[in-house]
């Protein structure tokens, strides 16, 4: 929001020529030297997602800088406060609480969990402000538990699920699957999607194995996965969880005797996991190499972010810039930061950055973008730094694998 001195309700002009600008129901008044438009950023930065986490930290860092360039938002300048959500629902909670009523805060990001992502969604509509959710895959964030000031761009486990289960199909079959499934609301929310799709095709579960968010040792898991002799083995799991995984899935024989799926996957997950990963089919909503030589918009992210890091950006990376360029384009639409306004402009605008148009669904926010499904390639065919995991095998449209409305449970709030 606009930096204040005192409290979020009231800012403390600095000199003459100060403007108006209208937020909710109390005029703001702003004065040039001092104005500031302050963003929330709560991120893994330790625990299993501190890859993704740190990655989208580098984006929203090069997105700031790109808009401040730019003027800024309604010519104010942007800044950022962040804090390390450890990828714990109440500490995230905690981080958007603080940074709303101690930063100003007008607008949170960031994420990489939906666990996280459902604290900090019902916090920030307590206290009337933006939630743009950054890597959060679980239906949840914007089916059951959806909220007005919330908006998820990033593909949800239906659209992947949908995507997935249909290539597989085509080019693999069915026969019997054995599940590891991170035990909590993403990883629920994936196998209920998944077997919902395979099973009427004649897909056959055997058993899903429910384990906690941070398990290191799968190897009770892997050795029942081994006895049954599945078919297709899903290792519903993300971050570090998801790469000593699959490395263990070979130490057991597993990448040799069965598919190996993952239901979402990024950069680093590809990287840790090496020459495991070849022949795993996953899917992605952004995959650096495929887009930036598809879209300009993809080139240009693409090619500065590589300049100032000296790496390729993660899907997550590439959803946090955006979050930010999108919150830009809406609050200057809407010539405010009222977030009763922002939402309004969001759920009825297009926009295109780094992939095709996109827009979110007004009934529940979840963006409408393109998934792909992509498969492993050896890491002597990576590339360097080993950033170029996979070729892409099917990109499937965004409307022709969003959960229907029909089949929505959100019940969106009446208001901001």
């Given at each position: 929001?606009?930096?204040?001195?005192?409290?979020?309700?009231?800012?403390?002009?600095?000199?003459?020529?100060?403007?108006?600008?209208?937020?909710?129901?109390?005029?703001?008044?702003?004065?040039?030297?001092?104005?500031?438009?302050?963003?929330?950023?709560?991120?893994?930065?330790?625990?299993?997602?501190?890859?993704?986490?740190?990655?989208?930290?580098?984006?929203?860092d090069l997105a700031i800088d790109e808009v401040n360039a730019k003027g800024g938002i309604m010519g104010m300048k942007v800044?950022?406060?962040?804090?390390?959500?450890?990828?714990?629902?109440?500490?995230?909670?905690?981080?958007?609480?603080?940074?709303?009523?101690?930063?100003?805060?007008?607008?949170?990001?960031?994420?990489?969990?939906?666990?996280?992502?459902?604290?900090?969604?019902?916090?920030?509509?307590?206290?009337?402000?933006?939630?743009?959710?950054?890597?959060?895959?679980?239906?949840?964030?914007?089916?059951?538990?959806?909220?007005?000031?919330?908006?998820?761009?990033?593909?949800?486990?239906?659209?992947?699920?949908?995507?997935?289960?249909?290539?597989?199909?085509?080019?693999?079959?069915?026969?019997?699957?054995?599940?590891?499934?991170?035990?909590?609301?993403?990883?629920?929310?994936?196998?209920?999607?998944?077997?919902?799709?395979?099973?009427?095709?004649?897909?056959?579960?055997?058993?899903?194995?429910?384990?906690?968010?941070?398990?290191?040792?799968?190897?009770?898991?892997?050795?029942?996965?081994?006895?049954?002799?599945?078919?297709?083995?899903?290792?519903?799991?993300?971050?570090?969880?998801?790469?000593?995984?699959?490395?263990?899935?070979?130490?057991f024989g597993l990448t040799k005797s069965a598919k190996i799926l993952?239901?979402?996957?990024?950069?680093?997950?590809?990287?840790?996991?090496?020459?495991?990963?070849?022949?795993?089919?996953?899917?992605?909503?952004?995959?650096?190499?495929?887009?930036?030589?598809?879209?300009?918009?993809?080139?240009?992210?693409?090619?500065?972010?590589?300049?100032?890091?000296?790496?390729?950006?993660?899907?997550?990376?590439?959803?946090?810039?955006?979050?930010?360029?999108?919150?830009?384009?809406?609050?200057?639409?809407?010539?405010?930061?009222?977030?009763?306004?922002?939402?309004?402009?969001?759920?009825?605008?297009?926009?295109?950055?780094?992939?095709?148009?996109?827009?979110?669904?007004?009934?529940?926010?979840?963006?409408?973008?393109?998934?792909?499904?992509?498969?492993?390639?050896?890491?002597?065919?990576?590339?360097?730094?080993?950033?170029?995991?996979?070729?892409?095998?099917?990109?499937?449209?965004?409307?022709?694998?969003?959960?229907?409305?029909?089949?929505?449970?959100?019940?969106?709030?009446?208001?901001?």
């Open positions: 929001m606009v930096k204040q001195t005192l409290s979020r309700g009231k800012f403390v002009a600095g000199t003459a020529g100060a403007a108006a600008l209208t937020f909710g129901s109390a005029p703001y008044v702003i004065a040039a030297p001092t104005k500031e438009v302050v963003i929330g950023l709560s991120i893994p930065l330790s625990g299993s997602y501190s890859d993704q986490g740190t990655d989208q930290k580098r984006a929203y800044s950022s406060t962040f804090a390390d959500d450890t990828t714990k629902a109440d500490v995230a909670r905690d981080n958007a609480q603080r940074m709303i009523e101690r930063d100003g805060a007008v607008m949170i990001t960031g994420g990489s969990s939906t666990g996280t992502a459902l604290a900090v969604s019902a916090l920030c509509q307590s206290k009337n402000t933006m939630f743009m959710a950054t890597l959060t895959h679980g239906d949840e964030t914007t089916n059951q538990n959806c909220h007005k000031v919330t908006f998820r761009r990033y593909n949800d486990a239906y659209m992947s699920a949908q995507s997935m289960a249909r290539t597989m199909v085509t080019k693999y079959g069915t026969g019997n699957w054995f599940y590891i499934t991170a035990d909590y609301s993403w990883g629920h929310s994936n196998f209920d999607n998944i077997t919902s799709i395979i099973e009427p095709k004649g897909g056959k579960t055997i058993k899903n194995v429910l384990l906690k968010l941070g398990t290191t040792d799968f190897s009770s898991a892997l050795a029942e996965a081994q006895a049954a002799k599945p078919d297709v083995l899903c290792i519903i799991e993300f971050g570090k969880d998801m790469t000593n995984c699959v490395n263990q899935s070979a130490q993952v239901p979402l996957v990024d950069e680093y997950m590809a990287k840790g996991a090496g020459d495991n990963f070849d022949n795993v089919v996953s899917t992605a909503p952004f995959y650096w190499k495929y887009h930036a030589a598809k879209y300009p918009g993809a080139k240009k992210f693409v090619d500065a972010f590589q300049a100032r890091y000296g790496v390729p950006p993660s899907n997550g990376a590439e959803c946090a810039y955006v979050d930010i360029m999108v919150y830009k384009k809406a609050v200057e639409a809407a010539g405010s930061l009222d977030p009763a306004k922002v939402v309004d402009k969001l759920e009825n605008m297009k926009f295109q950055f780094t992939k095709e148009e996109e827009w979110y669904r007004k009934e529940d926010h979840q963006g409408v973008n393109s998934c792909l499904v992509v498969e492993g390639i050896p890491s002597a065919q990576r590339g360097p730094g080993g950033f170029e995991y996979g070729r892409v095998l099917e990109v499937h449209p965004g409307p022709s694998v969003i959960q229907p409305l029909a089949g929505l449970s959100c019940k969106m709030d009446a208001t901001v």
